[in-house]
């Protein structure tokens, strides 16, 4: 027994070695990287030259690009918020259902997943327009006079983005709802708490973890969002990743670029340490 404990440690040990050097290669060293491009300086007429300085972060932290940043981080929130108020009663009941009439539903949602965000820009475009859109049916029914275009807005934004990641929030809270004592619901429901009531109070702080850790992998995947913005929404509509791409492809501003999307990693980086925080503060909690 003795002899075998080491033994299974060290191949613990060489089973974690091919994941570590796969996040140092993807991940440490091109976040590294853009790190020390972030302090580098711009040549005009070029790229960039290896001298410090700390005018990128300062042009950064001025009022226009403050706004943008703080424009990025709610609307991102504001996804998530808003995909959990959808996606927890809808993963909640689809978790309640038999294995097949789940599936037509997961299958549903991976079908979703498929589609790219050129594909589902486009088509929320399409669907918000005066011609072809939704507006005509509106009309039809008497609901509007005459058809109107519903993008570029930011309500169009808001909707596309919460379209893409409403299916990463339900296939994220699945397994934890599906894991989760009916017996729950049900002994409040037994005390004469109606099913909606049941929910809100018994279910949802069960899984309170598992919320939270959901609602940050959809806010930091709203935060990458580069396309819908510029397809369904105004200049002033246009997230930080938009402004990112601008400066390293169009503008040729590699270092303000990379500092800019150093922003962008820290703030998802802090709430994912939020999360985990607030998950080791509940120890007990069900996720």
């Known amino acids: 027994m003795s002899a075998a404990a080491p033994q299974r440690a060290g191949t613990g040990?060489?089973?974690l070695l091919f994941p570590g050097l796969m996040l140092a290669a993807f991940f440490v060293v091109p976040f590294g990287l853009m790190i020390a491009v972030s302090f580098f300086q711009r040549v005009p007429g070029g790229f960039y030259e290896p001298v410090f300085t700390l005018d990128n972060y300062a042009r950064f932290l001025s009022l226009f690009f403050g706004r943008v940043l703080l424009f990025s981080l709610g609307l991102s929130a504001l996804v998530a918020l808003i995909c959990l108020v959808v996606g927890a009663p809808f993963t909640y009941l689809l978790s309640r259902m038999g294995r097949r009439a789940q599936v037509p539903w997961l299958v549903a949602l991976l079908s979703v997943l498929s589609l790219s965000e050129v594909i589902i820009g486009f088509s929320w475009s399409t669907l918000l327009s005066r011609t072809a859109g939704v507006s005509n049916l509106l009309v039809a029914l008497g609901l509007m006079v005459e058809p109107?275009?519903?993008t570029p807005s930011l309500g169009a934004v808001l909707l596309g983005m919460t379209y893409q990641a409403l299916p990463y929030c339900v296939l994220v809270l699945y397994p934890s709802f599906s894991r989760l004592d009916p017996a729950l619901g049900e002994a409040a429901e037994t005390l004469g708490a109606s099913p909606a009531r049941a929910f809100l109070t018994v279910i949802l702080p069960a899984l309170r973890g598992a919320l939270a850790a959901?609602?940050?992998?959809?806010?930091?995947?709203?935060?990458g969002s580069y396309l819908l913005p510029q397809l369904l929404g105004r200049p002033q509509h246009w997230t930080i990743s938009v402004l990112v791409t601008d400066q390293a492809i169009y503008q040729s501003n590699m270092p303000f670029a990379a500092a800019m999307a150093v922003f962008l990693v820290l703030a998802s980086m802090l709430l994912v340490a939020l999360s985990a925080l607030f998950g080791a503060r509940r120890p007990g909690a069900r996720a």
């Open 148 to 150: 109107t275009a519903l």
């Open 214 to 223: 959901t609602f940050v992998v959809v806010f930091v995947f709203a935060l």
């Open 13 to 15: 040990q060489a089973a």
